[in-house]
């Protein structure tokens, strides 16, 4: 019903819509910054709730802070219903806030930095329009129908920073990150890190395979399909025996693997068929 919202605000804000007939979130953003006509375009998500001075927060920033050109809030979690006690238990021992693209940098107005992973995540920022047209989004990442691979919104930030451009985190701009059940899962969860893998595989194919001692590139996709059945196992062994946060790492690292193997697999797929086709 996204016509009917629209013209349901019309008469109170100045909201159009835009059709991108291509599949994937980077073409929509790429759109998106194509027909923007403002010096900053802000990012959200369709399943956040965004805080009352949001706008004044991010536009009060822009005025303070005219020298950068990347900005970022707070995006806390707003889980539906209680989570389960496996995955309360993970996120209180692991790093995995950013399965459900959780940030906060603290309560200060801090400079951003890849150096130390102090960047935005895609639910909460704001970058300056010209350098988002210089850097646009990778359109080979990106959420799409059939594909959970994300890191378009940061692959952004890194290409413009990395240009020399200073970013600013701005505390006062939250947005609560609502967490549905079915993301609640253990399907999802490894759901998620399958992405990461492939989203591994595409971003930094040649990294890989050189980390792989030279291998042939065939030989390697089989050395990381050997590591994801062992991880498999040490992940089934584990969630006998060992609290969730550790074989929640176990299953991360099994999904990682096997989202790398499917990448090379669907990468190379036609050469294999045709090698197979002319050799049968």
Known sequence: ETDEVISSFASVLPIRSQVEKRQGLSHARNCAV???????????????????????????????YPEDVVFGGPILPEFT?????WLVQAMQENDIDHIYALRNLGGEAIALGMEDEN?????????????????PFDPRLGVRKYEQIRGEETDVVRN???????????????????????????????????????LKMRSEPEAIYSSRRNLPRWLASWKILFFTIISLFLYAYKRMFCSPAIWCEELARTGRHWGM??????????????FVTAHV
């Open 81 to 85: 219903g209680v989570p389960p006690k």
């Open 119 to 135: 960047v935005p995540h895609g639910a909460n920022f704001a970058v300056r329009t010209e350098e988002l047209r210089q850097f």
């Open 261 to 274: 193997y499917l990448e090379y697999w669907n990468a190379n797929r036609q050469k294999v068929l045709d």
């Open 160 to 198: 413009i920073m990395s240009s020399g451009a200073t970013g600013r985190w701005v505390p006062n701009a939250p947005v609560r990150h609502v967490i549905p059940r079915h993301r609640q899962t253990i399907s999802w969860y490894c759901k998620f890190f399958v992405g990461e893998g492939r």
């Open 34 to 64: 194509e027909a923007a006509n403002g010096r900053y375009i802000l990012w959200t998500d369709d399943d956040v709730v965004v805080g009352t001075r949001w706008l004044v927060a991010f536009a009060e920033a822009f005025r303070q």
